[in-house]
């Protein structure tokens, strides 16, 4: 099993960045796939990002693509979500999530998810 913990959100400008962290627990991180989801009020969550165990492969919702990346330090037991460029329709709460899934790549079916970040983007 594996515990996550978000931090990392606040209040930002439209056109402003933030950084999200989501610290794992565990010793087989690297073993991990993660990703990044975010659930705005009234909304479904939807997939933001995600990222291979090694870090080699990333992919992105089309929303997001070229303002956010998502990175991870194996070493660290970290994953991150740099946001750029925010807008206001990037409000949400964001969410890490993992499963297992050594050289995979994935958009859905995490298992573990932490307890989430808010993020709000004043215009």
């Known amino acids: 099993q594996v515990q996550l913990v978000e931090s990392g959100g606040g209040l930002v400008q439209a056109g402003g960045s933030l950084r999200l962290s989501c610290a794992a627990s565990?010793?087989?991180?690297?073993?991990?796939?993660m990703g990044w989801f975010r659930q705005a009020p009234g909304k479904e969550r939807e997939f933001v990002a995600a990222?291979?165990?090694?870090?080699?492969?990333?992919t992105y919702a089309d929303s997001v693509k070229g303002r956010f990346t998502i990175s991870r330090d194996n070493a660290k037991n970290t994953v991150y979500l740099q946001m750029n460029s925010l807008k206001p329709e990037d409000t949400a709460e964001y969410y890490c999530?993992?499963?297992?899934?050594?050289?995979?790549?994935?958009?859905?079916?995490?298992?573990?998810w932490g307890q989430g970040t808010q993020v709000t983007v004043s215009s």
């Open positions: 999530a993992a499963r297992m899934g050594v050289g995979g790549i994935y958009t859905r079916g995490y298992d573990y």
């Open positions: 990222i291979s165990s090694s870090g080699t492969m990333t």
């Open positions: 565990g010793r087989t991180f690297s073993s991990y796939a």
